[in-house]
């Protein structure tokens, strides 16, 4: 019940740094979209074995979060959780390409600088995708999506996906709790005790996002115009945009060039 609560606190606060007030959340959500999905593919388009060209794009995420007044230790807290898992993908690299790699007076194994690489993309990676989602939160990536043109089952089923999941996690801790305040605070279900209990938490998390669906039905919600006032590009957006893609562009030329 613990990990669910955290994990349902944790998607609570991304949305609620989405919305302070900051130069970086008052742009228009195309221009923080643009720049992290730039910065990601610049980050993923390096060999795999370019270490030492990586470093320079460390810089990104502390100097974004700073602009964006977004705490960053909280952020790089929710990337560590997930660095276990970039470690078993790539801990083998180490042990099957063992080229002898020069990198001044020292001599490593090629896969030594591979699996490197590999933790550096993969901890920035997640966190620009936390940055992306603490700055313009679902909505915010909506407005995006649309913007960009991309059609409206795609933005409309990853908007019903997030909601529901976030269902899902609240009724899931409603039932872990009821179960705890009713079986004298044991410390977790045995298995003869779930049965029915996966089945019975999914339809009730159907009904209730059934039930908010016809609330906001109500209150003029339609999936043909579910973001409200539209908001146009100013200068400033392009300009923001047009700065970070200038960078991320020469850093990749620079390496083409070294």
Known sequence: MVVVTKQELQ?????????????????HPVAPFLVIL??????????????INLIPLTLFPPIFARLARLPLGLLVRSTLKVLPLII??????????????????????HGW?????????????????????????ISGL??????????????????????????????VYRVLRAYELRSGRKPKLRAQEWGSLPGGILLRTYEQGLRIQHAMEMRGYSPKQPFGKE????????????????????????????
């Open 11 to 27: 998607f609570r606060k991304f949305e609620e740094l989405a919305c302070i007030s900051s130069g970086v959340h008052r742009l």
């Open 38 to 51: 730039a910065y990601i593919i610049t980050l993923t388009s390096y060999p795999s074995d370019a270490f």
């Open 88 to 109: 078993v993908i790539g801990i083998l690299h180490p042990l099957i390409d063992t080229r002898p790699m020069q990198i001044g007076s020292f001599t490593l194994h």
């Open 113 to 137: 600088l591979v699996f490197a690489s590999l933790l550096i993309k993969g901890f920035l990676t997640i966190l620009a995708n936390f940055l992306l989602i603490s700055t313009l939160g």
């Open 142 to 171: 909506q407005r995006a999506m649309k913007t960009l043109g991309l059609p409206p089952v795609f933005y409309l089923l990853f908007t019903m996906v997030y909601r529901y999941i976030m269902l899902l996690m609240e009724e």
């Open 231 to 258: 908001q146009s590009l100013e200068r400033k957006d392009i300009l923001f945009a047009a700065s970070w893609l200038a960078v991320f562009v020469c850093l990749r030329m620079e390496f083409f060039h070294g």
